[in-house]
């Protein structure tokens, strides 16, 4: 028994060992390539070291591309903002769904579920032709206020209320809170798990976006970064080593909000009894 344990564990880990190589090594090598001039890229070679290393990448778009610097900065505005609406809205949607009794709730719910079903694709052009008549193109409300609420997340946030223990917010109004009290004194402070699963993907959702910036925005100037990624490419000449040096600036905000939620992320909640 124990032998079959250990073989089942060592294939298991040889998977994830393959995996995680697989998916390691690209990222290596753009981070190799973002220090090569285009000459070493186009080349074809796959050395992990760069031949002729150089910070000249880095240098072009930040200080030669004066854009770049304006993309990220409305790439951040666009992701923070979103990402902290979502989480307000989502959550309290979610609580009400799952805490609250009014009439057409379960019809509600079945919309939620309902919106699940439809692809974003379907929605980009009446989502397009609002957004002309409020005059909302080309700015940061077309881009956020669309988006700043998520029926998957509505659903996750709900799902995780259902479970949570109905006995602290009953001593929360003995104690004198109001439901909306109870609900940003009690409950959120406790929801850091979900909440942080959902800044994570949110926000990943904000900062990874290229279909609808590029359908909203059309002045250079309000691109986020993934648009400005593509300004690199030409019909005839693609600048690979200013794609990959940008590329290592734009991965670098997931990372950092990923390491921050991460110990939300993993701790999960438990309780034992209502004290």
Do not use: C, H
Request: charged content about 15%.
């Amino acid at each position: 028994m124990k032998k079959k344990f250990g073989i089942g564990r060592g294939i298991l880990y040889a998977i994830l060992v393959i995996y995680a190589i697989t998916t390691l090594v690209p990222f290596l090598w753009a981070l190799s390539s973002s220090f090569k001039t285009l000459q070493e890229i186009v080349s074809g070679s796959m050395n992990i070291f760069p031949e002729n290393f150089t910070l000249d990448n880095y240098k072009q778009i930040f200080i030669e591309q004066e854009l770049f610097p304006r993309w990220m900065l409305n790439s951040i505005i666009i992701a923070t903002v979103g990402t902290v609406l979502n989480l307000l809205f989502n959550s309290m949607a979610g609580y009400a769904l799952a805490r609250l009794s009014f009439p057409g709730k379960k019809a509600l719910f079945i919309i939620v579920l309902a919106v699940l079903m439809i692809p974003a694709q379907v929605t980009m052009i009446p989502n397009y032709l609002i957004l002309k008549e409020f005059g909302w193109l080309n700015s940061y409300q077309g881009m956020i206020v669309p988006s700043m609420i998520n029926a998957t997340f509505i659903f996750m946030m709900r799902q995780f209320f259902i479970n949570f223990p109905k006995e602290l917010e009953e001593a929360a109004e003995i104690d004198g809170l109001s439901r909306l009290g109870t609900f940003f004194r009690v409950v959120l402070p406790l929801a850091k798990p979900a909440l942080a699963a959902q800044s994570i993907f949110v926000f990943m959702g904000f900062w990874n976006d290229f279909m609808r910036p590029l359908i909203i925005m059309t002045d250079i100037e309000m691109f986020t970064l993934p648009l400005g990624l593509n300004t690199f490419k030409g019909q005839f000449v693609s600048y690979w080593n200013y794609i990959m040096a940008a590329s290592m600036v734009f991965t670098l905000p997931v990372l950092l909000i990923y390491g921050f939620f991460n110990r939300y992320f993993i701790k999960g909640i438990s309780f034992t009894g209502g004290k």
